[in-house]
Each structure stands twice: as C-alpha cells, then as structure tokens.
C-alpha cells in the first residue's frame, strides 16, 4: 500500500461544483503539501501545513481551501471549481527533521468542465 | 528563496553519462539542494540531496562546488528508463518553513 494516497484518482465535475480532494498518510510525517501541476509544467504550492493547527499559503491559493483534519489527514477543497483549475493535483508529505525530501502521492487528475 | 535555473530539455542515448547543471546564485548559507525526477502523471520522486562537494547513492552523483552557485546532477549510464524530469530545488531542511519551489525541470529523453 501507498505511504500517500490520494482519492480520487480521477475526477470531472462541472463548473461551479464543490469539490474535495483527500490525502492521508501512513508515515508518521508532521507536514502535508498540496501541489498543482499543469501540462508541461513544474509543480505549484497551493497551501501546506506543519501540524494539525498549522494552516499556511503558498504560491497559487486563490480559489483553494484546505483542512487538516489529523495529523495523517489533509484535505483540499475547490469551493466552486472553474475550468482553469483542471489539473492534476499531488499531495505530498514530508518530515520536518528533512524538509527537503518530500514523498507524493500518485495524484488526482481533475477535470472541470 | 533561491531562484534555481535548469536547462528545459537534454537528450542522451543509453549508456552515456547524464550530467544536468542547475544554477543557485542566491543560495544561502543554511539551504541544502535536491533533486527530484518525475515520470509522466507520477509524483515526483526524491533522487539525492547535499550540502557541498560530492554526494554519492546508489542512483546518482550530485557534485557541488565550493561557491554552491551551481550543482551537477550525474546519472551514470542512462537506459530508456531515466526518461523523466529531473528538478533542482533549495531550500533549508528544518526549523521553519521551507517552502520547496519547483520550477520547470529539465526533461531528460534517453534515445536507443
């Protein structure tokens, strides 16, 4: 199994729609990302968070929310999603001794139309 | 943060030497660099990491002059399946936030 796994792996929805994307983890890691990948490009940071009471943004959060429900928990939201937010989105974790090294789930690729 | 600066693309064929340049000028003092390479809609996967000279795994090399402006990403004979984006990112490793900036990454293709 996953030490990062995302649900849903695939999603379409329509303009306007809430939607929710869901992460957990299994590593006992204390900080959670939320990246936004378009085609061709690199990664974006959308929000993150170090702990459970810990809530930060990051480059592009506009349109984004997230809770962290526990620490193996982090969920991101799209209040009303607009076709510019199709992309494929990854979850990440990491531990705060190493922030450098991140371990990502497999994605949700989100379509919204 | 530290811009980090990748060529966007490199071609190589199977069995050569991979070398992948990434400028830092404005590194800082308490900022270690990573590499990271993603396959087609996969997350991206830690690679190496290091502070100054050389870092060695089983992987890759990563080498490091002494001014750490810059930093080499060595891949020792590539096959098809280094095919992938490799990115270069800076950034301290704890005590506080750190936030890790991916930016384009250069896309590395291995031709037969």
């Known amino acids: 199994d996953a030490d990062v796994t995302q649900t849903p792996r695939n999603r379409i929805t329509k303009t306007g729609k809430r939607i929710m994307l869901e992460c957990s983890q299994t590593k006992g890691h204390d900080r959670m990302y939320w990246y936004r990948q378009d085609p061709g490009l690199g990664l974006r940071l959308i929000y993150y968070?170090?702990?459970?009471?810990?809530?930060n943004k990051g480059e592009i959060s506009d349109g984004y929310s997230v809770s962290r429900q526990a620490q193996a928990k982090f969920s991101l939201s799209l209040e009303s999603a607009i076709p510019n937010q199709t992309a494929l989105y990854f979850c990440?974790?990491?531990?705060?001794?190493?922030?450098?090294?991140?371990?990502f789930g497999e994605g949700s690729r989100l379509t919204v139309l | 943060l530290a811009k980090t600066t990748q060529p966007i693309s490199m071609d190589s064929y199977e069995g050569q030497e991979v070398n992948i340049t990434c400028s830092h000028n404005?590194?800082?003092?308490?900022?270690?660099i990573t590499w990271y390479q993603q396959f087609p809609s996969q997350g991206p996967r830690f690679i190496i990491q290091g502070y100054k000279t050389k870092v060695t795994n089983e992987v890759a090399s990563l080498f490091i002059p002494a001014d750490r402006k810059s930093s080499t990403l060595s891949l020792p004979r590539v096959s098809l399946s280094d095919t992938a984006v490799y990115y270069c990112l800076v950034g301290r490793l704890s005590g506080g936030y750190n936030k890790l900036i991916f930016g384009a990454g250069t896309r590395l293709a291995v031709h037969p």
């Open positions: 990440a974790t990491s531990d705060s001794r190493n922030t450098g090294e991140l371990f």
């Open positions: 404005n590194i800082a003092t308490n900022d270690y």
């Open positions: 968070s170090f702990d459970v009471k810990d809530i």
